[in-house]
Structures are given as C-alpha cells and as structure tokens.
C-alpha cells in the first residue's frame, strides 16, 4: 500500500526543542537551573512549540528544572525524557505535574547493537517494552511521544512492527531519530516516507525527526525527513547536543522560510528572536559559536570582499538571501553614558528584552553606572553582559570584593584577593605561573577545592581594547562539570569572578543529592 503526502499547500512544522535535554547532556554543556530556566523562557517567548526540559530520572537536578520549566511556561508544550521503563515514566510524569500542556517522551533502542549489546533483549522483548511503556506513559498524558532509538540502522520489518504497536498504545507522535548521525538525507526521507507508507496506523501519529551531526547532516536529513512526510522537527539552539550535536533550530527555521518554493512549510517560530537565542545559549553553556555558523555567526552576514561590499551596497540581494534584522541581527547601537538615568536604563533593558525586579534593577543600574565611568562607549552588547553577570550572581555566598595582581616580566605574578564569603571578608595572597594562575591560587587559599579547571576562555564583548572581557570558567569535579562566567573591563577581575561564581555552583551541587541514575539518552 502507498500513500502520498500532501506537499501542495504550506504545512505546519512543530518545532520541538531539545537544548536542556539532549544538548544540556553534552560533556561540559552543563546549566545551572536558573539558566535551564531563562533559556526556557526564550523558547516559550520565540514560539517554540514543544520544549523537552530534561530527563527527570537522570538526577535530582534535572528533575527539579523540569518542573519549575513545567510551572512557568504558558504556550508550550513541556516534554520530559523517559526510559522504557515504570520508573523513568512515573518521574517523568511527577516532573511535569504542574505543566498546563505536558508530553512524555519515551525510547528503547531498536537497532540490532542496540538489542543485544546495550539492552541484551531479543526483538520480542523490546515489542512488548515498547507497549508496556507507551501505555504507562499514555495513563499520565495525552500526549505521548515514543522513539525507537538508533532507528536509521533498524531492520526497516521490526521497525514498522514497533512503530505500529507503539501507535496502537497511544503513541501520538513517532520520533525517528538518528542517534548516531549516520544517515543522507535522501535515505532519511525515504525512511520517513516507508513507515508512513508501510504502517497502517501512520495516520494517526505525527512523525518526527531527531537528527544527529557526526556527518554535519543533521539539518539536510531533518529537511529530508519533512519531505518524507514528518512534520515535526528535533533540534537545539545552535546545534548543541551529544558529540558532534543536533540539527541546529535556527538553521531549520530559516531554510524553511528562505526556501518556502521547495520546502513548502511554515513554522510558529520568531526568527527575530534567533541570535538572541543563539547568543544567550552561547552564554551559558560557554560553547562559543563559530564566526562562520549558518544564521547566527559573527560573520554571517559579514561581507569583506570588495566586490560583495559593492553588490549588497547597491542592493543587498546581490549576496543576501536573508536580511541580518530577520534573524535579529542589529546594528551595534551605542547606549547612553554615565549621565543617563534611571528611565532611559530601563528602556534599554526593555528594548534588549530583560524585565528586572526593583532591586535586580538597581544592582544592575549601579554596575552600568561604573562601568559608563571606566568604558567611554557603552554598547548593547556591555548591557547584555552585565545583567546576564548580574542575574546569575546575585544569590551566590561567595564574592569578589578587590583584586590587586602583580603581573610583568619580571615574576613570579602575584595576586592579593578579597572574597566575601558568607558575610565575612577575608583576603590572601598567592603567587603562581602567570597573573591567571596566581589569582587562582589566591581564591583556593581562601576556598580550597580540588576541582579541575577544564576550560578557561575570554572573549572581548566589543571591540577596543577598553572592551568588557567575558571569561568563561568550567570546573570539573567528580566527573561533573559547571560552567561559569563574568564580564569585567579588567580581564583578570572577569577571571576572579568567573571561577569564583564556578565555585559557588559547585557548592550548590554538592549541597543538593544528586544521583546520577542514567546517562544513556543520545
Ligand atoms: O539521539 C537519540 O536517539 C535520542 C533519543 C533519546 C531520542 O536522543
Ligand atoms: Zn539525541
């Protein structure tokens, strides 16, 4: 039997976001709630139509983030991940108690590598798990999404006998996914389109992709799966996610609207929101985006040779198939300086997209008014740095109150620090192999720790050398890492602050249980 698909009118696409599940679970991406949270709120903000928050199960943590994302988000659908199993079901289910729209999301490997070395089940087992779970998960919810994991390398028979079972226990969505990146686009519509075609209750699921990037495919095959006949598309703000990382949303989201006379779709997404999105998951998961990234990179829409400066000057179709303001990309515009006021501040917060409470909004007037007396220019880009700072310490035990470094040729560097710790001011001083090192060594006399400094990176906020330097701090302990980051004109001020906002994180950790049950979602 073969059916066709309707491509002649536009369809919806759902956009299902997977940023705090699968991309949050890449070595060293790790968010902390609040930032599970304001990333979550983007997404619910830009139109994002299903936001899978995490995986309940997993730990302590994330069961707590996927439901504070459950209670807060107002237009989209909160997903939470589960194994095929009672347990991981109920969690997921707990989790997302308070969610106005919820979706359980739950996944057995099918593959035959999957079957025997990871599950060590035969094909009748994991039939009946899949049917056992898909029920358990549709006695919860409605809405309940199954995926036969490592589906791309699955014998095509099984994998229509599981996706129809799943389907008949209530599965309302079918996500095929690519957990190891391994598809072409033309093969991956193909198998979208046989199981639509083969699976006699197709028609009552939407079908889905989720489409990993070991070969840098991930957005083609997404693409190809829609054509294939699937209408909702995984994917992560700049395309984080395990290894090599997801489909990337905004790359999805515009060769859908670039290229509506072959792709004849649509989605509910504000591609206006997209660098911003970009920029905050940038931000704190500390993954830099490369300058040539599709849609979102520092250079996307930067054009250096001659002969393009003259096309896109004379008119910018000549080498633009999309305008930087669709993405979201303004001008740098230049903020007001030490003598604006309060009601100018807040416009500009506004107009960035951050509502403070009152006294979130002092702190953070107070620190732009130092900063407009130390940095002559203020940009946007100062303004987002210094509220994103601004919001992710305000709660923390630990500060920086003054950092003197002895720095030059002539060493050893040495750092004099105070921290307030909990109230208390106590300062030390340390030597070490350069300014870094020692300002390090410094915060450990005060606050000892054995973690690992596993990346320590700056970037200049704008440019000038009077520029805010952002440095980003991951430590890695127990095989745990957090990441943390600060922005400061003094580059080894924004260092002081960052590992010291990375110590606090990890005291939190510490203070919370937080078992790790799994870890074995792709
Ligand atoms: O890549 C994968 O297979 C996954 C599943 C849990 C959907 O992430
Ligand atoms: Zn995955």
């Known amino acids: 039997m073969t059916k066709t698909i309707d491509t002649t009118g536009k369809d919806r696409v759902i956009i299902f976001d997977t940023t705090l599940r699968d991309g949050e679970q890449s070595p060293g991406a790790s968010m902390t709630l609040e930032e599970k949270i304001q990333v979550a709120d983007l997404l619910d903000e830009m139109g994002v139509d299903v936001i899978e928050a995490g995986f309940p199960i997993a730990s302590n943590g994330d069961f707590e983030a996927v439901s504070e994302i459950a209670k807060r988000v107002k237009r989209a659908v909160v997903c939470g991940l589960a194994r095929a199993s009672q347990n991981d079901i109920d969690r997921a289910a707990e989790a997302l108690r308070h969610a106005e729209r919820r979706r359980i999301h739950t996944f057995i490997g099918t593959s035959p590598l999957h079957r025997q070395y990871q599950l060590q089940l035969s094909t009748e087992q994991v039939y009946e798990k899949v049917i056992a779970s898909v029920t358990r998960a549709r006695s919860h919810t409605d809405d309940v999404e199954w995926s036969p994991m490592d589906a791309t390398r699955t014998e095509h028979d099984f994998l229509c006998r599981v996706v129809e079972a799943a389907i008949k226990a209530g599965a309302t969505t079918i996500n095929i996914p690519d957990t190891v990146g391994y598809a072409t686009p033309e093969e991956f519509r193909s198998l979208i389109a046989m199981l639509i075609a083969r699976v006699p209750n197709a028609d009552k699921a939407v079908f889905s992709t989720h489409c990993h990037d070991d070969l840098g495919m991930a957005v083609a095959n997404s693409l190809g799966g829609l054509l294939g006949g699937a209408r909702q598309i995984e994917c992560t703000i700049n395309g984080l996610g395990e290894r090599a990382g997801n489909a990337a949303l905004e790359e999805v989201v515009m060769a859908i609207r670039t290229r509506g006379d072959v792709l004849p779709f649509y989605t509910n997404v504000d591609a206006s929101m997209l660098v911003r999105a970009s920029k905050l998951v940038s931000s704190v998961s500390a993954f830099p985006v490369q300058y040539n990234k599709a849609i979102v990179g520092k250079n996307a829409f930067a054009h250096e040779s001659g002969i393009h400066q003259d096309g896109v000057l004379k008119n910018a179709q000549t080498y633009e198939i999309m305008t930087p303001e669709s993405v979201g990309l303004k001008e740098s515009s230049l903020v007001m300086g030490k003598h604006s006021g309060r009601h100018a501040f807040r416009e500009k917060l506004g107009e960035l997209g951050f ?74 001083e340390a030597t070490g192999n350069g300014p870094v090192d020692a300002t390090f060594n410094a915060i450990k006399s005060i606050i000892p720790n054995k973690a690992k400094l596993s990346l320590f990176q700056v970037h200049a906020v704008t440019e000038g050398t009077d520029a805010q330097a952002e440095v980003s701090v991951r430590l890695e302990e127990d095989g745990k890492s957090v990441t943390a980051r600060a922005a400061d004109p003094d580059t080894l001020v924004s260092a002081a602050k960052a590992y010291v906002s990375a110590v606090n994180k990890l005291m939190t950790r510490r203070a919370k249980t937080a078992p790790a049950a799994v870890a074995e979602a792709g």
């Not at 940009?379 to 470094?405: G, N, P, Q, W, Y």
């Open 355 to 428: 509502q403070l409470g009152d006294n979130a909004f002092e702190d953070a007037f107070r620190r732009f008014k130092d900063l407009a007396d130390r940095k002559k220019h203020v940009f946007d880009e100062d303004i987002e740095a210094l509220v994103e700072d601004e919001v992710a310490t305000r709660s923390e035990l630990i500060k920086v109150i003054a950092l003197t470094v002895i720095a030059g040729t002539g060493g050893p560097q040495k750092a004099i620090i105070t921290l307030d710790v909990d109230g208390r001011h106590e300062t030390r």
